[in-house]
């Protein structure tokens, strides 16, 4: 439904995106992983016509970027970081302008608005000010206004940023029950946000790939080995050493108070490990799977993963 | 064309739903309503005087001693007013972020711009319109020309357009509106008063001046002639203003 090849875009000096490839499903849901200007809202904004590419095609919904630009933003719908807010209008003033300029006919208008409403559960706010709802509020009115013209694909970019914990979870509630019915790309920083809502994932870093797929084919790609990363109370050489005389233990590593115990594939340990654990009273305060996303995507933004 | 509609219908009611349009349009008329006063106050007490001299009676002409005048002091209240209806036009989607969602909906550069345009058209009428009402009156209880009077607002009109086109240029320049009125202003009061240095240049350059001024157009029309050249000139000043505008917009987003 997406498919971006060879993407590069260059501001004067800057290349904000380099040589960018990756192919989104239909029906799913896509995040774009990776830390602050790391050219998540640029990519964006080539895709939703908002910026041209200095080099590289871009499909969505089988139109081309560059070539078809009306036919790619009408079956778009496009949450930018700033929400695009009227704020002089009424909820459903506004929405009723966005179904105007995204060319929803006439007789279908007040129906999509309507509907835009109802998905977004704006009921209780339609006809309020939209300076004067809160902040959760107006980033639901950004998610209707999106798919008020009943767009194929859907971009959000950062679309729970700035909102409190309920919030956030309300959000991403919205966004997944949007899923089948459009696809959807959206960009964050925060990786929980990818492995809640997501079925796959690009991770970009200055601008560059480093991995993209299904959360499946990521995590088994790079798990090439297994182990843990467990949280001590006090990690040490002493710890480690204990950990490291349990049968199959091949690697144990400390870092502060986490320690990262590794084995070869095929075997699971977990238990031994926290069977030790708890017998030497090591006060455990953590303990996860090594080599899930999470550590990729950290290897990611400390730089140590080569592309 | 349904999309210029839409964008001057957003348009003229975000002028509404902020205090602009009322304080702009009450601000206007208590202007012009004192200016129009203070020329018929100053008429009646001349016709009074020219009156008892046959020779003198025969030129009171209400169209020249009030209207004219009338129609230049509103010129240049325009050039207050312009910069204030044009100043948010640009300039405010660009700060709210809302340019990223007319120009990634199926709209072209030049509907918004004309939408916008056209939007501040309607306030330049509706504003001149309730001026004229004042007119009335002296139609009621006079008998001034009509002609004069009709070119007068003509001129007002066209030339009102022009300063929206420039003030939507200087708009689409930056995201602060103070910069982008200041800016307009300083400009259209350059262009209305340009004709100064040319009463003591000469040659070419003289009549180059004088062309490009503001004032030197209206000055006919105030008077009841309807020049195809002065029309052509306001015409193809807002035009240009418009084409600047859409030049800026289209090339900020290719760079």
């Known amino acids: ?307 | 064309m349904k999309n210029i509609w839409s964008l001057m219908k957003k348009e003229i009611g975000a002028y509404f739903s902020s205090p602009i349009a009322y304080v702009v349009i009450s601000g206007f008329l208590l202007l012009v309503g004192y200016f129009f006063y203070s020329l018929v106050l100053w008429f009646n007490a001349q016709a009074m005087q020219m009156a008892q001299n046959p020779y003198y009676a025969q030129q009171i002409n209400i169209n020249e001693m009030v209207f004219s005048p009338l129609f230049h002091n509103m010129s240049i209240i325009l050039i207050l007013v312009a910069p204030l209806l044009t100043m948010r036009l640009l300039a405010e989607e660009k700060k709210s972020g809302t340019d990223e969602l007319l120009y990634t909906s199926p709209l072209s550069v030049g509907q918004i711009i004309l939408g916008k345009y056209f939007a501040a058209l309607v306030m330049l009428a509706a504003m001149l319109g309730l001026t004229a009402l004042l007119s009335i009156f002296a139609f009621a209880f006079g008998n001034p020309e009509i002609a004069p009077w009709l070119t007068g607002y003509l001129g007002l009109f066209l030339m009102g357009a022009t300063f929206i086109a420039i003030g939507l240029f200087f708009s689409s320049l930056t995201e602060n509106q103070i910069v982008a009125a200041f800016l307009t202003f300083v400009t259209l009061l350059l262009f209305l008063v340009l004709n100064w240095v040319a009463s003591s240049g000469s040659g070419t350059w003289q009549s180059v001046l004088s062309y490009l001024s503001f004032s030197q157009h209206f000055e006919d029309m105030t008077r009841g002639i309807l020049d195809t050249k002065d029309v052509v000139y306001y015409l193809s000043f807002s035009f240009f203003g418009i084409f600047l505008a859409h030049s800026v917009i289209q090339s900020r987003r290719w760079r």
Request: charged share 25%; proline share 4%.
């Open chain 1, 1 to 307: 439904m997406i498919e971006v090849q060879g993407l590069t875009k260059k501001y004067g000096e800057l290349v904000a995106v380099r040589d960018l490839t990756f192919k989104v499903e239909p029906g799913r849901i896509w995040g774009l992983l990776g830390p602050n200007a790391a050219g998540k809202t640029t990519t964006m904004r080539i895709l939703t016509g908002y910026l041209p590419a200095t080099a590289g095609q871009a499909t969505v919904a089988g139109f081309d970027v560059f070539n078809e630009p009306d036919a790619v933003k009408r079956s778009i719908g496009y949450l930018p970081e700033v929400v695009p807010l009227y704020l002089d209008m009424t909820v459903s003033g506004f929405l009723g302008f966005v179904a105007e300029i995204k060319q929803v006919p006439a007789a279908k208008r007040k129906a999509a608005v309507a509907r835009a409403v109802e998905s977004a559960g704006l009921k209780d706010v339609s006809h309020r000010l939209i300076k004067n709802i809160s902040r959760g509020f107006k980033q639901r009115v950004g998610i209707a206004q999106a798919i008020i013209h009943d767009p194929k694909v859907l971009v959000l970019d950062e679309p729970t940023i700035g909102l409190d914990p309920a919030q956030i979870r309300e959000i991403r509630e919205l966004i997944k029950s949007l899923r089948g019915e459009h696809t959807i790309l959206l960009s964050t920083h925060i990786l929980p946000e990818v492995t809640q809502v997501c079925d796959g994932v690009v991770i970009i870093n200055e601008g560059r790939l480093m991995a993209s797929g299904s959360l499946e084919e990521l995590a088994a790609s790079f798990e090439r080995k297994d182990g843990v990363i467990l949280k001590l109370r006090r990690g040490g050489a002493e710890e480690a050493a204990l950990l490291r005389a349990i049968p199959g233990v091949e690697k144990v590593s400390a870092e502060g108070n986490e320690l990262r115990v590794e084995w070869s594939r095929g075997r699971d340990l977990r238990d031994d490990v926290a069977r030790l654990a708890l017998d030497k009273s090591l006060g455990i305060q953590e303990m996860r799977s090594l080599a899930s996303i999470e550590d990729l995507y950290m290897k990611v933004v400390s730089g140590g993963l080569e592309p």
